[in-house]
């Protein structure tokens, strides 16, 4: 593009490199634990602590597993003290498809334990795999409910074609809402702070939403990686994060200057939307759609069994 030109060379994106990080996740683990027994004092049923370690990671190790199979850079896992868990990692570019699997490899192997586990619990009378059995189905159904940020609440975004950014906006405040007030009634405190911490988050997409508003009137391409970003669509984004960021632009004025470039190079890539091909055909998202729902409904066939008998 010749317009392009006229822009200076936009600066190197420094990345973080992968590297193990198998120490990170077991200190987060023992910190995990280290809560539950904090909590509990004397009292503290460590089988309990067992089945929910063993739920989360398994649940975990579902996203991680198709994350590294998909090609995922950086993927990590951590857990957080009596929220749960997750796992990151990121791409230059997704598709539907991996990305529905990803979310899906985690809840569904638990939902499938859970139901096995709970149905020989039953046909044996042990304690001890209907109380494993209840954890899987409970952890991983709750994650299946269609809030953000859970794996319900991924799968729902997936979905949405038009006007996706701000549907996550809505939708990140309806969920934000939605967990106060349950954690507020049933006085579950951990679940209140928690939709508090995510009326937070909201403010942060809110700002992004903005700034994306601004960028669609200048006519910038943002749905794209920072590889293939242009200098002209670099020099606007730049400019837009200034105009929105004083504290920002204060503290670049403030730095060496070889710090600089990093620091913006950061910024600007943290504006960017990762693009996201549409590959999954209606069949496919049909059939992702009817596990969801069978996984969420399976549970309480198995209840419904387990009455009967």
Known sequence: ?????????????????????????????????????????GDTDYSFIFFVVAVLFIHEMGHFSFMKLFGYKNVSMRFVPFLGAFVRGKKDRYTQKQSLLVVLAGPIPGILLGLILGYVGVKQDNEWLKSFSFLFLAINMINL?????????????????KNQEKFQLVFSFISSL??????????????????????IRVRSVQKKYLIHKELDEEMVNYKTTYTELSKRDFAKIKEIVFDNTPALRNYVDQIPSEKIDPIIADQVNNVLIAPVDRDASFVFRLIAVLVWFSAVVAPFVLVYWINKK
């Open 145 to 161: 409910l269609p809030i953000d940020p859970l794996d319900g609440g991924q799968i729902l975004k997936l979905l949405i074609k």
């Open 178 to 199: 939605f967990l106060i007030g349950i954690g507020f009634y049933f006085e579950m405190w951990i679940l209140l702070i928690f939709g508090f911490l995510m009326g």
């Open 1 to 41: 593009m010749e317009e392009d030109e006229y822009y200076p060379e936009k600066p190197d994106l420094i990345e973080e490199k992968s590297k193990s990080d198998t120490a990170r996740s077991l200190l987060s683990l023992f910190l995990f634990v280290l809560a539950f027994v904090a909590f509990g004092g």
